[in-house]
Every structure is written in C-alpha cells, then in structure tokens.
T-cell receptor, first 117, second 113 residues
C-alpha cells in the first residue's frame, strides 16, 4: 500500500514570496491533516479535512495560509506571503476516518522542509 | 486546556540500557494517548497507543501504560538498540472526536554501541 506522498521535499524562498505544498493521501482515506512542525517542537495541527469539508482550521493563520482539498483526495497548502517564522516542516497525514472507538491511526508523509530567508 | 509535556532530551544511552521517556498530559475528559517515532530522514510512525485508563500499549519491545491518577503515559523499553535512535513524540487526542492530535515537543534518543 502506497503511503502519504508529499512534494516538494525541500523548498527555500525569500520572505514575502509565495509557496505551495502538495499532499496525496492514502487511497480511501477520508480525513486529511496538515501539521506544522517548527524545529525543536512537536507538530501542530493547521487544518483538518473530512472528505472535502473543513473540520478544524482554528490554528491556521488565515491572513496568509490557505488550503483546499478538491474532490476529497489531494490537498494543497499555500502560504502567501511567507514570513521568516514560517520556516518549518509541513507534514501531511491521513486516516480512514475520525472517531474515538476505535481510534483511527494517522499515517504521516515525509514532510516538506520550508526555509524562508 | 489540552497539552502534552515530555522530558527534555537528548537522551543518550548505551546499547542494552533501560529506557524511560516521561510524558504527562492535561485534558478534559479521558483522551486517547499515543507514542510516535521519527527515525532519521523518515516520517512520523505510530509506535503504540492506549485508549483508556490502565491500558498498556506495546510494540517492538516498547511499552507505555495509561495512568489516569498521575496523568502520565511514560515510554519504556528494557534493552535499547542502536536502531532505536530516533525522536519520540508523545501525543493526546484531547478527548476530541475529530482525531486532532496534540503533540509534546519530542525527545531525541541516541543509543551508542
């Protein structure tokens, strides 16, 4: 079974530029998550989709970050304009669904490392 | 609010030593608890989980017991190997029904031969 795919793996941009990340979840997974992992910290949820609807975007800086999941499969995360503090690894994860009994395992992609100079 | 706190690293051990990585959580209700591992150059992988009090999660020789009375989920392994060198993250779902995970800051483990 193919895992969660992300691209690009690395990106270097200057502040105030725009950048986009792409994620392809595991086939059949209804739920997709984007996390931001700043160096030395644990991942922090930015946005969660259930199919193509947003479940939680409470920690997404909406003045500069946007995300979409067209047709309930692939997703893109965009930053425009980027700031120095956006330097981080952006992780995409997917799961079959959501719920607590049973809990659904989240499968993570390799991440995109963004450096803003 | 919901949070997860892990012991700071890095933790450096010799091969075959005993490992403990402390994790405590705060949450309303009774969250599910997880340990994820990130090997060098790889993505996060679920190592083990526990969904209710007194549950013990185990995998690959690692264990963690959900202790409600101490709000803890410490990770243990009796004999570590060089291949266990990685970053370990404790996480909670904060009793949420959405699957949202709240992570600790991660603990780097380095095992020397």
């Amino acid at each position: 079974e193919a895992g969660v795919a992300q691209s690009p793996r690395y990106k270097i941009i200057e502040k105030r530029q725009s950048v986009a990340f792409w994620c392809n979840p595991i086939s059949g997974h209804a739920t997709l998550y984007w996390y931001q992992q700043i160096l030395g910290q644990g991942p922090k949820l930015l946005i969660q989709f259930q199919n193509n609807g947003v479940v939680d975007d409470s920690q997404l800086p909406k003045d500069r970050f946007s995300a979409e999941r067209l047709k309930g499969v692939d997703s893109t995360l965009k930053i425009q304009p980027a700031k120095l503090e956006d330097s981080a690894v952006y992780l995409c994860a997917s799961s079959l669904g959501v719920g607590r009994q049973p809990t659904y395992e989240q499968y993570f992609g390799p991440g995109t490392r963004l450096t803003v100079t | 609010g919901n949070s997860v706190t892990q012991m700071e690293g890095p933790v450096t051990l010799s091969e075959e030593a005993f490992l403990t990585i402390n994790c405590t959580y705060t949450a309303t209700g009774y969250p599910s608890l997880f340990w994820y591992v990130q090997y060098p150059g790889e993505g996060l992988q679920l190592l083990l989980k526990a969904t209710k009090a007194d549950d013990k999660g185990s995998n690959k020789g690692f264990e963690a017991t959900y202790r409600k009375e101490t709000t803890s989920f410490h990770l243990e392994k009796g004999s570590v190997q060089v291949s266990d060198s990685a970053v370990y993250f404790c996480a909670s779902d904060g009793s949420s029904n959405t699957g949202k995970l709240i992570f600790g800051q991660g603990t780097t483990l380095q095992v020397k031969p």
